[in-house]
């Protein structure tokens, strides 16, 4: 990927994190942009390793990632929770092929990535072919702890 496009994708990203944590009372970790700025450069290297083309940032699927992993951080809940397509659609993306990937308890982005990597079922949803659309979050619970790690792809939003 050109470093243009990851210059954009993290001043994009940066502009995001703590905008529906601050809706919903969760808290967004410290270091949290820096964070999903790497795990997003980190997945478009693989699609691109792949000859799969880069995700791309979208707020809307930041939005829809980021009120996930706020839910799941405030009431303890874990998993993806009903339909995450619905979720996405609710946010204002109009989703077709979708795919979700979620963590929980890791510090930071390269352990999430690591997780991903080696989970049959995340990997798929990292280079899901067709895939256009990338919104990413991570959210804590109200002590701080236990990190709540969303990805949302889409083939169009």
């Known amino acids: 990927m050109s470093k243009l496009k990851l210059l954009l994708a993290a001043a994009a990203i940066s502009a995001l994190p703590g905008l529906a944590a601050a809706q919903s009372g969760c808290a967004v970790p410290p270091g949290a942009t820096a964070e999903l700025n790497e795990l997003m450069s980190r997945i478009n290297e693989l699609r691109a390793s792949k000859g799969l083309n880069p995700l791309r940032f979208t707020a809307t699927l930041a939005n829809a990632a980021e009120g996930h992993a706020c839910r799941m951080a405030m009431t303890g809940y874990w998993g993806h929770g009903g339909s995450p397509k619905s979720r996405m659609r609710a946010a204002?993306?109009?989703?077709?092929?979708?795919?979700?990937?979620?963590?929980?308890?890791?510090?930071?982005?390269?352990?999430?990535?690591?997780?991903?990597?080696?989970?049959?079922?995340?990997?798929?949803?990292?280079?899901?072919?067709?895939?256009?659309?990338?919104?990413?979050?991570?959210?804590?619970?109200?002590?701080?702890?236990?990190?709540?790690?969303?990805?949302?792809?889409?083939?169009?939003?």
């Open 92 to 157: 204002g993306c109009r989703a077709g092929a979708t795919g979700e990937a979620i963590a929980k308890g890791f510090r930071d982005g390269d352990r999430t990535f690591d997780l991903w990597y080696n989970s049959p079922g995340h990997y798929r949803i990292m280079t899901m072919r067709g895939a256009t659309y990338a919104g990413l979050a991570v959210a804590v619970d109200a002590d701080g702890s236990d990190p709540h790690w969303v990805l949302d792809v889409s083939n169009r939003c």
